[in-house]
């Protein structure tokens, strides 16, 4: 298999209310990760395009903007980890020798409240009130708390973390520091989760231009960031399990794959779709040792400057959350990490790992990136 | 002359109404015959094994709370008028349930606590029927 490297990225800013259209949206993130890139619009030759509420055929619609070349554009639907499942198909077509450069994109537009799934749901399950999304966050975070002790207190510092961390980001949704007691006192929506651990609902855009490594000297890009290894499951039944089962098994093959441990990641974006995520998962990652997210959280250690930066761009809660739109801002800000180009958000020490998990209805990867 | 009002449950894969007073409502699962686990709702297929050698079951009316939590908003369509409490039951079969409870103080909600099925009526049909839907209660 060959190696897969990152050559460019480009967001467009998240945003709860937009005049844009799809199209533009996605237009600006290409034209951005294009131009990181160095890579030309005729030298694509393949584009997958993630989105959830958007018309059939949009990815033609986005990307045919920069030119009717006939590739193949294939739109890619797995909830909230569209976009990562559209850049890694490419990285796999890349990777087995079917194409040298692939676009990436995710594309999204939200109405604002509770969120649907579209489409036909069983009745009963709209009926029964079923359709509760921080619901399944909130039970587990209880749980949590039920075994480990975790506090109201630390769900809500991981709120404060990522939205300091999102005051930092330009493309963030949401630019301004929180306080404990805003993020305490705010309204309830599922116990314990109050309305600022809630990702917001955004619209966005988000692309990445990959390419074969062997053929990354060609363009005159930023420094190439290699994907050096991943996993992808819809889940695996397991009877304790009242999310995902078999995450620690993901994981490590996504370590295996990369050659690496959980201890070598310097810098992780985790799906934080509402904020007492920053604590369960990581222990799912093997990150932080089971029942300890909370302490972490208190002790700072997930913050820009501790020993585990976690959600350095302010995470789904902060950034905001077009969920089609959401895998690849989570490539691209720990691809500007790891090339030192983060700005005031720049984790010290020259990151040289990082780790991505998204997770949606649909499914969950865990992907690792290198310097 | 009053007429006896019929129940219907919201959806007839996912439990029986008593057919008669000295009966029981119940959940219906599947159990696979090849590897032991049992599911809730019922299923053609076993997840844990993919074997299709899956017999009907009646389940345990009891379980213990899992974990839970109150919704303090209502989702679009949603018959159920916040708040309302969301929870996981396991029953002794093995298998969860998410379930609607009945309780929504978080007071009086407690993990691993001890719950029971009820059967409640959640709107009419077209037809003037009750159509009935099942929730979970502290016992």
């Keep these: 298999m060959r190696e897969v490297v990152i050559l460019g990225v480009g967001l467009h800013k998240f945003e709860r209310f937009t005049d844009k259209t799809l199209v533009e949206l996605g237009e600006v993130a290409i034209s951005n990760a294009l131009k990181e890139s160095g890579v030309p619009f005729k030298d694509i030759e393949a584009a997958y395009v993630g989105h959830c509420y958007a018309a059939m055929g949009t990815g033609r619609s986005v990307v045919t903007q920069f030119g009717e070349t006939g590739i193949p554009i294939v739109n890619i639907e797995v909830a909230c980890s569209s976009a990562t499942q559209a850049l890694l198909r490419g990285a796999w077509e890349i990777a087995s020798g079917l194409y040298d450069v692939v676009l990436a994109v995710g594309v999204e537009k939200m109405g604002t409240g509770l969120i649907s799934m579209g489409g036909e749901t069983d009745r009963y399950i709209v009926e029964m009130g079923y359709m509760v999304m921080p619901a399944s966050y909130a039970m587990m975070a209880r749980r949590h708390m039920h075994d480990y002790g975790t506090t109201f207190e630390q769900l809500a510092m991981c709120s404060v973390k990522e939205h300091k961390n999102g005051a930092l980001n330009p493309y963030a949704q949401y630019q301004r520091e929180m306080t404990l007691e805003e993020v305490m006192n705010s309204r309830m929506i599922a116990d314990p989760i109050t309305l600022y651990m809630c990702s917001p609902t955004s619209s966005g855009a988000s692309a990445a231009v990959i390419c074969a490594k062997e053929k990354a000297k060609k363009y005159i890009s930023k420094k190439p960031i290699t994907i050096a290894g991943w996993a992808l499951s819809s889940g695996t039944y397991a009877r304790e399990a009242l999310e995902f089962g078999g995450m620690e098994e993901l994981a490590q093959k996504a370590y295996d794959r990369a050659g690496i441990g959980p201890q070598d990641i310097d810098v992780a974006q985790v799906h934080d779709a509402f904020s007492p995520g920053e604590i369960f998962i990581p222990e799912s990652l093997g990150l932080i040792p089971e029942g300890e997210g909370g302490r972490w959280i208190e002790e700072e250690k997930t913050e820009i400057n501790g020993v585990l930066p976690i959600n350095t761009d302010g995470g789904l809660v902060a950034r905001g959350h077009p969920v089609g739109a959401t895998g690849i801002a989570q490539v691209a800000e720990l691809v500007w990490q790891l090339r030192g180009e983060a700005g005031p958000r720049q984790v010290p020490g020259k990151p040289k790992v990082a780790l991505q998990h998204n997770a949606g209805i649909g499914g969950v990867i865990v992907s690792i990136y290198k310097r | ?139």
Excluded: W
């Design chain 2, 1 to 139: 002359m009053a007429v006896q009002r019929k129940q219907v449950p919201i959806d007839g894969r996912l439990f029986k109404l008593p057919s008669s007073p000295s009966e029981k409502a119940h959940l219906i699962g599947s159990r696979c015959r090849s590897c032991g686990e049992t599911f809730f709702p019922k299923r053609s297929y076993c997840a844990n094994c993919t074997s299709p050698d899956m017999e009907e079951v009646a389940l345990s009316t009891r379980g213990k709370l899992e974990t839970f939590t109150i919704s303090r908003a209502t989702p679009p369509g949603s018959l159920i008028q916040a708040p309302y409490g969301l929870g996981y039951v396991r029953l002794p079969e093995g298998c969860i349930v998410q379930t609607v409870l009945s309780e929504c103080d978080p007071q009086k909600l407690e993990i691993d606590m001890d719950m029971e099925l009820v059967i409640e009526k959640i709107r009419e049909d077209e037809e003037g029927n009750d159509v009935m839907a099942f929730k979970f209660k502290p016992v």
